[in-house]
């Protein structure tokens, strides 16, 4: 439990932590997961545990399992990841709103070569890759990519 108080001495305000069980909340949990796997890929790992979990992060690791870049294995409460062939993984931020003739542009801007990475896109459709997004002709919002 966390509290307030104004110390007399000075006039400021001070906090004071209750509990030793305190969990910083973070902004966005795909963004923390990706960066989780970079700083475990930089310092040599090949698995960890991300405990933050949400239907939208498994998605979009089923994308990078499905493109052989990640393998994950789901627990009770967090998920196992296995690092395979992964270079780099990063959220796109803003989530830039593409239509389907951009996408083209962005894979220029976000992937090191052609037909090397995938972009992540969540369309109408669901979520899906930016060769998925390209034949079924839709554009959507760009959320991360893989290389």
């Not at 006039?11 to 030793?20: A, E, I």
């Not at 992060?57 to 493109?67: D, N, P, R």
Request: net charge positive.
């Amino acid at each position: 439990m966390d509290w307030i108080y104004v110390d007399n001495a000075s006039g400021k305000l001070r906090f004071k932590w209750g509990s030793k069980n305190i969990h910083k909340m973070a902004q966005d949990i795909i963004s923390d997961c990706l960066n989780q796997i970079m700083n475990a890929r930089r310092a040599g790992k090949t698995q960890l545990e991300v405990r933050r979990i949400s239907k939208f992060l498994i998605e979009i690791l089923k994308i990078a399992k499905e493109k052989g870049y990640l393998n994950f294995k789901m627990k009770e409460k967090s998920i196992e990841i296995e690092i395979l062939d992964l270079i780099e993984c990063k959220t796109i931020k803003p989530r830039f709103n593409v239509q389907n003739a951009e996408l083209e542009k962005y894979m220029r801007r976000f992937l090191p070569a052609r037909g090397f990475g995938v972009l992540i896109v969540s369309t109408s459709k669901g979520l899906m890759t930016q060769d998925m997004a390209i034949e079924k002709n839709v554009g959507g919002n760009l959320i991360a990519y893989f290389y």
